[in-house]
Every structure is written in C-alpha cells, then in structure tokens.
C-alpha cells in the first residue's frame, strides 16, 4: 500500500512536466518487490545483492536485446491505461530501471538489519565499501583496458547513459559508467554508498551535531523530494536563467538540489523499514 501511495505522488510530479527524471513511480515497485523478503535476515538479504548485482543486469541485457538504450517518456497517470508498457518501463527501460536496481534495495535492506549503533558494524561498512568500490573500479578498467572491452565498444563508451546500456555487445556489462546498471556501475555505487554511511555512523559517534543535518534530512525524503522537484517544474532552469540567477535555479533551490539525491535515496530505505 504505502508503495503505491509512493509511486502515486510520483505520477503526480511527472504531470507537472518537471525538468527533471522522476524517480518515485520506480521506488513504489521497488517497494512493492521488498514487501515479500522483509522477514529475511542481513546474511541473506547481502547474499542476494550480491547474486542480483551480477544477475540482474545480465538478465536486463537479455531481455532488452534488440531495444535502443533510452528512456521513453516518462510515466504517468496516463501510463496506467497499459499497464504492461509501464512495468516495462519501471522494471526495465526507464531511467531508474527496477531490474537491476533490485540491487540497492536487497543492500539496503542487509544493512538495516545490522546494528548500526556499534562501532564495529560502522568501522566494516567503511572498510568494507571502499574495497568493493576499488575492487569494482579496478576490475571494469582491467576489461575495458588490457582486456580489450574498450576496442570493441569504440567512442560510443564515453556516451551519457540514461539507466541502461546498449545490447549490441556483451562487453557493456563490463563498463562502470555512472547511471549504466551494470553489475561494476552497481558494485562501485553500492561500495560508495556503504562506506558513506560507516563513515556518517562513526563521525556520529564523535561529532554527533555535525551529522544532525543529514539525520534531520533523512527524517522527511519524500516531503524534501517532493518540494525539490515541484519547484523545479514551477520555476525550471530556463526561467531562472532569465531571470538572472547565476546557477540556474532558484536561490533556496540550489540547497535542495544539494540534498535530494540523498533524499530519493534515504526515502527508500525509511519506507521500507518503517
């Protein structure tokens, strides 16, 4: 339920005609698939991100063979007239595509089952997310490089992707490109993200007022998100642009734009374990 009251507020936001791709009609699937493994423990939940991190991308370029490497429109109220096209779109083909990003949430998950008052847990989640992001940077260089990946891939590899990569080679799974979906891209983002938070829960422990900020954040994603995108289809870049504001948006909006990713991101996890 609650993940369809997400993906509800989304589709109201794409009506908006935002600037900007809208990522909660994805989270309400993601939250729709989470409901399902809520009684699994961190061993198994950190098991299955790592199977899905490589599974569901090599399943994603299967299943997309043949189908050009962008994003349509994006969904909504429209789109639940054929829903089969707008689980296509959120599971596969959008820029947030579920499939892979199974990933993120069965981590997340195995974390908030942890107990992320010790400091032993913090000092691992630090440790251990640097390592795999190195481990994820190096071996996508080494394939791509010495490998021969990047011959093959040609120019087209330093292209902007838009949640997924191309299906005419295999060698695409082999890239760490930010916003890929491949199974490096996932490991490096997943790796980042552990080892923020180790470092968040240990720097909380010491400087508790300097990580207030980001604690009040998490405190209200969807509401902060939500604000953050609404302003930005009221008042979207080019008419900030007009009106003079040297960075495109307005004032108070540059702050938001700041926190947002942080937001959409702490939105998933507190909704899922709320």
């Known amino acids: 339920m609650r993940g369809a009251l997400v993906a509800l507020v989304g589709f109201a936001l794409v009506e908006l005609d935002p600037p900007v ?12 698939l989470a409901t399902p493994l809520l009684r699994l423990r961190a061993p198994v939940l950190g098991a299955l991100a ?7 991308p090599v399943v994603s370029h299967v299943l997309r063979a043949g ?15 054929a829903p089969g096209e707008l689980l296509r779109e959120l599971a ?12 993120y949430l069965l ?6 089952r942890l107990d992320l008052r010790s400091s032993r847990v913090a000092a691992r989640l630090l440790g251990g997310g640097v390592v795999l992001a190195v481990v994820a940077a190096v071996g996508s260089a080494l394939l791509l490089g010495p490998g021969g990946g990047a011959a093959v891939l040609g120019p087209d590899i330093a292209e902007r992707r838009y949640g ?10 082999a890239v760490e490109a930010p916003h890929t979906g491949t199974p490096f891209d996932l490991a490096h983002t997943t790796g980042t993200a552990l080892a923020l938070l180790g470092a968040a829960l ?21 509401t902060l998100y939500t604000v953050h ?24 909006s540059r702050t938001s734009a700041k926190i947002s990713a942080r937001a959409s991101g702490a939105c998933a996890s507190r909704c899922v374990h709320s």
């Open 50 to 56: 790592a199977v899905w991190c490589v599974l569901g």
């Open 21 to 32: 791709a809208v990522i909660l009609p994805y989270y309400g699937l993601l939250f729709a």
């Open 92 to 103: 596969l083909t959008g820029y947030y595509p579920v499939l892979p990003w199974m990933t």
């Open 229 to 252: 995108v609404t302003a930005l289809a009221l008042y979207p870049v080019e008419a900030a642009r007009a009106s003079g504001v040297s960075a495109g948006r307005p004032i108070w």
């Open 67 to 81: 189908r050009e490497a962008l994003p349509g429109d994006q969904p909504g109220f429209g789109a639940l007239g």
């Open 202 to 222: 240990l720097l909380a422990r010491v400087a508790p007022a300097v990580t207030w900020p980001l604690a009040a954040v998490g405190a209200l994603p969807l």
């Open 164 to 173: 997924t990569v191309p299906t005419d080679s295999w060698w695409w799974l």
């Open 107 to 112: 981590a997340g998950m195995a974390v908030g």
